[in-house]
Nanobody, 117 residues
Framework: QVQLVESGGGLVQAGGSLRLSCAAS????????MGWYRQAPGKQRELVAA???????TYADSVKGRFTISRDNAKNTVYLQMNILKPEDTAVYYC???????????WGQGTQVTVSS
């Protein structure tokens, strides 16, 4: 079992920045990869960024060059630095961990990010 706790969401004006944090606990040794997803009202949940256990990263095209995912292994925490935020980035952001041989999905509770124009 893995528990994920997110923090750092909020309200920001367009062009501003926010940093999301996701602290993992439990069976952290079995985490294969972690990532951030988001879900806007009326839309499907989508991958924003992910980072593997060896540090490889992937990003959605819509956030490339603006968002950066990173991890602090000593703190078992993954971060999402979001710069040059746009109103279309408004969504609930969820932390995800893919765990064990089956790459099972674990989710955080979600944190709201609202970007005003």
């Amino acid at each position: 079992q893995v528990q994920l706790v997110e923090s750092g969401g909020g309200l920001v004006q367009a062009g501003g920045s926010l940093r999301l944090s996701c602290a993992a606990s439990g069976s952290i040794f079995s985490i294969n990869a972690m990532g951030w997803y988001r879900q806007a009202p009326g839309k499907q949940r989508e991958l924003v960024a992910a980072i593997s256990s060896i540090g490889s990263t992937t990003y959605a095209d819509s956030v490339k060059g603006r968002f950066t995912i990173s991890r602090d292994n000593a703190k078992n925490t993954v971060y999402l630095q979001m710069n040059i935020l746009k109103p279309e980035d408004t969504a609930v952001y969820y932390c995800n961990a893919r765990v064990g041989r089956g790459w099972d999905d674990y989710w955080g509770q979600g944190t709201q990010v609202t970007v005003s124009s």
